[in-house]
């Protein structure tokens, strides 16, 4: 890699926020919104940053904060059954309080359907397609070089065809207010 050293800094602190997610999965650690979207976006910047080097793009995640957001956007939705099983806990510490215990470790349609966690989760997809608008909106910029913009392309319809479709296939009872 051109920048050798930046991309093994990186890769030292991907491994050190991983780990942070391995030690709270253990704790089932509840963490305020605050500190989960920093880890996220340590997470994301990160990954990104390490992918935009490996390809030799001009930028890094830094140049692109609309699109590390909807990617941790992504994960956390697409993974919810899977991360609350594990002891990943994505969810607010707000939300988290206000919710009934995981009927045995794991969620069930049931569980999924309460109130405040439909709310917060609707609230994120909207927030989420903001993102998605943002992105577009930089990407129709031309403030990119090419590799940069073809990567945030390709991840960016990602998302957003996870967000129009996926989303709604996993979690079908918000498609009517959603859509």
């Known amino acids: 890699l051109p920048d050798h050293a930046a991309a093994r800094a990186d890769v030292n602190a991907l491994l050190h926020t991983m780990f942070r997610d391995y030690a709270r999965a253990r704790q089932q650690a509840v963490w305020p919104a605050d500190d989960l979207a920093r880890q996220h976006r340590a997470t994301f910047d990160l990954s990104l940053n390490l992918l935009l080097a490996a ?3 001009g930028q890094r995640a830094n140049a692109l904060p609309a699109l590390s957001a909807a990617l941790a956007w992504c994960s956390v939705m697409r993974d919810l059954r899977e991360d609350l099983a594990a002891g990943i806990i994505n969810i607010p510490a707000d939300i988290w309080a206000q919710l009934r215990p995981l009927p045995n470790g794991t969620p069930d349609a049931a569980w999924l359907q309460q109130a405040p966690l439909q709310q917060w989760m609707r609230h994120q997809h909207q927030q989420a397609g903001q993102l998605l608008d943002r992105l577009d909106q930089q990407l129709a910029s031309g403030s990119l070089d090419p ?4 990567i945030a392309r390709l991840f960016g319809r990602s998302v957003r ?11 079908p009872w918000l498609r009517a207010v959603d859509n």
Not at 147 to 150: D, E, H, K, M
Request: net charge positive.
């Open 55 to 57: 390809t030799q793009a």
């Open 147 to 150: 590799a940069t913009q073809r």
């Open 161 to 171: 065809d996870f967000a129009r479709r996926r989303f709604f296939r996993l979690y």
